[in-house]
Every structure is written in C-alpha cells, then in structure tokens.
C-alpha cells in the first residue's frame, strides 16, 4: 500500500505561483507512475498532469498546458507541481496519484487526501 501526503496549497492572487508536494511512502516509488488531479466544488474530480517513472514523460489536461509543471526527485520519493500563472479556475481540491506501472495509465493504486489551492480574482 502507497501512502501519499500532499501540501503546499494555500491562498493566491490570480498571476500568481504555488508549488504542490507529494509525498510517498516505501522504497517502490521509483517504480511506478504518478499523477495529480483537481476537483472543484460540484464538479467531478479531473486529470491535471502525469509523470513516468523516471520523469522522462509527462503529460497535461489542456487546461494546464503551458502554465503547470510536473516533475519528480526519487531519491526523495516526492512528486511536484508547479503552477504558475494561476487563474480563479483552478481553484480547486488537489490530489496526488500513484499509477499502476510505471507508465501514466491513469490507473490509480493510492489517493493522497488533498490538499485545497484557492485562487482568488
């Protein structure tokens, strides 16, 4: 079993930067894919961005593109997004995601609790 932590989400203007943490448990993190999500208020809970094993392949929602990064530190066993330019829109309760495989499949094995990132106009 996959335990997944996240922090880093708070309060920010619209324009501005957060960067999202996961942490995982185990020595197997290296091994397998991850991924975030974001679910607002009365919507369903949405793809954000995946990342490979090794981080050597990422992909984006639409939505994001451009504006979010994800990137990973195995020897920390810690997944990041970067959210830049930040819009009322994202706002929203941020999820990590631990993928079965190494490669983004999104088919998830453990759910971090969430972490909320308001963006304020």
């Known amino acids: 079993q996959v335990q997944l932590v996240e922090s880093g989400g708070g309060l920010v203007q619209a324009g501005g930067s957060l960067r999202l943490s996961c942490a995982a448990s185990?020595?197997?993190?290296?091994?397998?894919?991850m991924g975030w999500f974001r679910q607002a208020p009365g919507k369903e809970r949405e793809f954000v961005a995946g990342?490979?094993?090794?981080?050597?392949?990422?992909l984006y929602a639409d939505s994001v593109k451009g504006r979010f990064t994800i990137s990973r530190d195995n020897a920390k066993n810690t997944l990041y997004l970067q959210m830049d330019s930040l819009k009322p829109g994202d706002t929203a309760v941020y999820y990590c995601?631990?993928?079965?495989?190494?490669?983004?499949?999104?088919?998830?094995?453990?759910w971090g609790q969430g972490t909320q990132v308001t963006v304020s106009s």
């Open positions: 185990g020595r197997t993190f290296s091994s397998y894919a």
């Open positions: 995601a631990a993928n079965w495989g190494s490669i983004w499949s999104a088919r998830i094995r453990s």
């Open positions: 990342i490979s094993w090794s981080g050597g392949s990422t």
